[in-house]
């Protein structure tokens, strides 16, 4: 059971889930010309653990905002369940949860503040002298490598760093579930890193972090789980390292003036590769989940009597997964 802390935080539950949705439909719905209506999230299925970091990944913003919105207890769902660390949530009910910290954005952070002072300041009803709380929030800005944010003005900085910012302040808290809620926002690979670290912050002490983004190299280097959005429902999801193993199998990418030609020359070589042609060049993908090895890459090149300009061997991302999955390309 939960024990409450004052400040509206409460003692980690013993539940094994942090979220578990099933069947979940929201009450919005698409309107088409013919009259027919579709609702925007259909059958979504998800289980969130202790300690995980999850990447929800689609192109549609409002669809990404409205799935977080419902898990968080922002918006009612129409049909299905949604339990928060296993217990039931009313689906009418419209406030966010004690247990949950919900984030979109970072428009609600004081622009007159530094990073900081803010963070002193959502800390200061803690149990804890002053001076303890600023060692502690200055020794989380280090081993997060965001100490440079630390003296900047809010409002000097980015949309994208205003979000880490509330997001540090999720991981001074005790919250359970933190829902990062970003779809409109990029961020660079420090920034990523940053999230990266306080997403292990909230795992260590139990909880678990939901982000809802556009941004794949983020979510690639941010969390441990995937899932992707796709025209409504949640599909392909699974840990980072299925994902990228089973979906993104493009091996290497080969440059020549005339691909079409190669490719035909290379798919006579070896039938068992998969050969599209993209402008100037060939990219080459495997049936299987294991790597094409270079040698095999530059015999078929030898036996096929080709060259190639340039020859570049092609890492499994998270980008790459998801293209596969929306071209209908995924094996």
Request: net charge positive.
């Given at each position: 059971m939960?024990?409450?802390?004052?400040?509206?935080?409460?003692?980690?539950?013993p539940?094994?889930?942090?979220?578990?949705?099933?069947?979940?439909?929201?009450?919005?719905?698409?309107?088409?010309?013919?009259?027919?209506?579709?609702?925007?999230?259909?059958?979504?299925?998800?289980?969130?653990?202790?300690?995980?970091?999850?990447?929800?990944?689609?192109?549609?913003?409002?669809?990404l905002e409205?799935?977080?919105?419902?898990?968080?207890n922002?918006?009612?769902?129409?049909?299905?369940?949604?339990?928060?660390?296993?217990?039931?949530?009313?689906?009418?009910?419209?406030?966010?949860?004690?247990?949950?910290?919900?984030?979109?954005?970072?428009?609600?952070?004081?622009g007159?503040l530094?990073?900081l002072?803010?963070?002193?300041?959502?800390?200061?009803?803690?149990?804890t002298?002053?001076?303890?709380?600023?060692?502690?929030?200055?020794?989380?800005?280090l081993?997060?490598?965001?100490?440079?944010?630390?003296?900047?003005?809010?409002?000097?900085?980015?949309?994208?760093?205003?979000?880490?910012?509330?997001?540090?302040?999720?991981?001074?808290?005790?919250a359970?579930?933190?829902?990062?809620?970003?779809?409109e926002?990029?961020?660079?690979?420090?920034?990523?890193?940053?999230?990266?670290?306080?997403?292990?912050?909230?795992a260590?002490?139990?909880?678990?972090?939901?982000?809802?983004?556009?941004?794949?190299?983020?979510a690639?280097?941010?969390?441990?789980?995937?899932?992707?959005?796709?025209?409504?429902?949640?599909?392909?999801?699974?840990?980072?390292d299925?994902?990228?193993?089973?979906?993104?199998?493009?091996?290497?990418i080969?440059?020549?003036?005339?691909?079409?030609?190669?490719?035909?020359?290379?798919?006579?070589v070896?039938?068992?590769?998969?050969?599209?042609?993209?402008e100037?060049?060939?990219?080459?993908?495997?049936?299987?989940?294991?790597?094409?090895?270079?040698?095999?890459?530059?015999d078929?090149?030898?036996?096929?009597?080709?060259?190639?300009?340039?020859?570049?061997?092609?890492k499994?991302?998270?980008?790459?997964?998801?293209?596969?999955?929306?071209?209908?390309?995924?094996?």
């Open positions: 939960k024990h409450r802390k004052p400040g509206g935080y409460s003692e980690p539950s539940a094994t889930y942090i979220v578990q949705a099933s069947g979940l439909t929201s009450r919005e719905v698409y309107q088409y010309a013919d009259g027919r209506q579709e609702s925007v999230l259909r059958g979504v299925y998800l289980e969130i653990r202790r300690g995980e970091c999850w990447g929800v990944i689609g192109n549609e913003a409002f669809e409205l799935l977080t919105q419902i898990i968080g922002v918006r009612p769902y129409g049909s299905g369940r949604c339990v928060l660390v296993e217990r039931g949530m009313m689906r009418k009910k419209r406030r966010i949860l004690p247990h949950v910290f919900y984030i979109s954005g970072g428009d609600t952070v004081p007159n530094n990073t002072e803010y963070l002193m300041y959502v800390t200061a009803h803690f149990d002298p002053g001076c303890e709380r600023q060692v502690a929030i200055l020794e989380m800005l081993q997060t490598e965001l100490y440079h944010l630390t003296l900047v003005p809010i409002k000097y900085l980015s949309a994208a760093e205003k979000a880490v910012v509330c997001l540090l302040a999720a991981g001074l808290s005790r359970l579930l933190v829902i990062f809620s970003v779809p926002l990029s961020f660079d690979p420090k920034l990523s890193k940053g999230i990266r670290h306080i997403a292990n912050r909230i260590g002490r139990g909880g678990a972090l939901l982000i809802a983004s556009r941004d794949c190299d983020m690639q280097t941010a969390c441990d789980h995937a899932a992707f959005l796709i025209n409504g429902k949640l599909t392909q999801r699974g840990t980072m299925e994902l990228l193993t089973y979906l993104d199998r493009r091996a290497y080969l440059e020549n003036e005339t691909p079409e030609a190669l490719a035909g020359a290379l798919g006579r070896r039938p068992d590769w998969i050969l599209r042609v993209f100037r060049e060939v990219h080459v993908y495997s049936q299987n989940t294991e790597k094409v090895a270079e040698t095999e890459m530059l078929a090149l030898l036996a096929a009597g080709q060259t190639v300009d340039a020859l570049q061997t092609s499994r991302t998270l980008k790459n997964a998801y293209r596969e999955v929306l071209a209908g390309h995924a094996l």
